[in-house]
């Protein structure tokens, strides 16, 4: 027997002694880190090749894709950061510069307020934070000041859209999500000395937990020039789900006592009526917001982030529980689809844009166990993602899970998170010290430097 099989032989049988067994171990570990480098690489090729100074690749037709009339590099301010976490220098600098010379917002553009906060802003306040570059701080208070009139309702809540150039903005009915950005623009006031951001987000923040149910829960969409709630649903979803994880980042990031009180409350509701047992396994299910009653029974890739919330804010037995079942979604089609009703055991949203969510909570539950099972999942759901999703230019999204079939989209998040998750899941412990900072929604580590006063 080779001497490589007849350890694995060993280590499976666990008799080999601990010390001996951790020697293979950190070099399987250090050999899919690189792993992930290097199809992260692959990935970012495949952008520079076909989309440099673009906001996104399409990773089938080899073009370039814009979200509005101008680009506003989405892909590299996203990828930055993952980037200089890899220690990919070259690339690194080769975006930097790209950001610094083109990137430009003084333009009449109308802009998806939430989606430019947590890719643009936060990468500007990330790269920043780990270049002390001030350029890339410069358009940060640039770029947040010229959203800023977004806050501008009866309110306070967000409108959805805002324009760059005349500060114009539209969109009424928004989300809780959309209107919990207190990370970025907090860490925008602690960078530049302006309280007006931090103050304009936590008004924010506090007024959707104002409109909370009598049950401390909140519902899918409200009318931001009314505060009525348009749609009771409650659950860890879409248009709610970085609304729970900034409740608890904020307390973390800046020891705002209010964000933790808001989080102490919100947090216990959701562990209260959202669990649904079934057949030993535990799902979180969608309720009405008022009642408690359950209204639907599916379960998506965004779901599968609350076991990382919950084992990163403590709660380890009952993340592990409810990531087993985002696991055993996975494994219905060999990769996730977006949506799965698991009363009835049918797929209800066949595609996988590459989302990160999964990954990252197998990322969190790793580093508040410990646990070996954490990484070798990891290493499964890694090379599912490879088989399913690499192409000759990059990665690309399964329009079906069931048929495989590629769909013409690699959203910038894939470099943001997706990559990132993967990588910290396997890299070093030191490569990002939770201690020091806390990642925003899309995955941008952000300082803490305790309180903001
Ligand atoms: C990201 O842009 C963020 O993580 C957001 O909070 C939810 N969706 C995508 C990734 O799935």
């Known amino acids: 027997m080779p001497p490589i099989a007849r350890i694995l032989v060993l280590l499976a049988a666990g008799l080999l002694p601990v010390a001996a067994a951790a020697a293979p171990q950190a070099s399987a570990d250090a050999f899919m880190a690189a792993r992930v480098r290097e199809e992260f690489s692959h990935a970012w090729a495949g952008y520079r090749q076909y989309a440099w100074g673009h906001d996104a690749l399409r990773p089938l037709s080899r073009t370039p894709r814009d979200w509005y009339a101008q680009s506003l590099l989405l892909t590299p301010v996203d990828a930055l950061d993952t980037l200089i976490l890899m220690g990919l220098k070259e690339e690194a600098a080769s975006a930097r510069e790209l950001i610094v010379a083109r990137l430009a917002f003084d333009a009449d553009l109308e802009v998806k307020h939430f989606e430019i906060v947590i890719r643009l802003l936060g990468g500007l306040l990330s790269g920043y934070e780990l270049t002390r570059d001030a350029r890339l701080l410069a358009l940060a208070q640039d770029l947040g000041t010229r959203l800023l009139p977004a806050f501008d309702s009866p309110t306070g809540l967000p409108f959805v859209y805002v324009n760059l150039h005349s500060g114009a903005t539209r969109g009424t009915i928004s989300n809780p999500a959309e209107a919990a950005l207190l990370l970025e623009y907090g860490t925008l006031s602690r960078l530049t000395g302006k309280p007006v951001f931090y103050q304009r987000a936590k008004r924010a923040l506090v007024e959707t937990y104002r409109r909370r149910s009598a049950l401390d829960l909140v519902g899918e969409r409200f009318d931001v020039v009314s505060g009525q709630w348009t749609n009771p649903a409650s659950h860890i979803g879409a248009r709610i789900d970085s609304y729970y994880e900034y409740l608890w980042k904020c307390w973390l990031l800046f020891h705002d006592q209010e964000c933790r009180a808001m989080w102490d409350k919100s947090s216990a509701a959701a562990r209260r009526y959202y669990p649904r047992e079934l057949g030993g ?134 470099l943001a998170e997706t990559f990132k998750y993967f990588y910290l899941l396997f890299a070093p412990a030191g490569t990002l010290d939770l201690r020091r900072v806390v990642l925003n929604t899309e995955a941008h580590p952000l300082r803490r430097r305790g309180p903001l006063h």
């Not at 089609?333 to 197998?362: C, H, N, Q, V």
């Not at 495989?404 to 690699?410: F, H, L, R, S, T």
């Open 281 to 414: 396994t535990l799902w979180y299910g969608q309720v009405n917001m008022h009642t408690g009653r359950a209204s639907g029974s599916e379960y998506g890739a965004l779901e599968a982030f609350f076991p990382g919330l919950l084992a990163y804010s403590g709660h380890v037995a009952e993340a592990r529980r409810l990531h087993a079942a985002s696991v055993q979604m996975w494994n219905v089609a060999g990769i996730e689809p977006e949506a799965y009703d698991f009363k009835a055991r049918r797929i209800t949203d066949p595609a996988y844009p590459l989302r990160p969510e999964i990954i990252e909570s197998t990322w969190y539950l790793y580093r508040a166990t410990g646990d070996p099972a954490y990484r070798a999942l990891g290493r499964q759901l890694f090379e599912d993602f490879v088989r399913r999703c690499r192409t000759a230019a990059g990665y690309a999204a399964l329009a079906d899970v069931t048929t495989g079939e590629q769909a013409d989209e690699m959203e910038s998040f894939v």
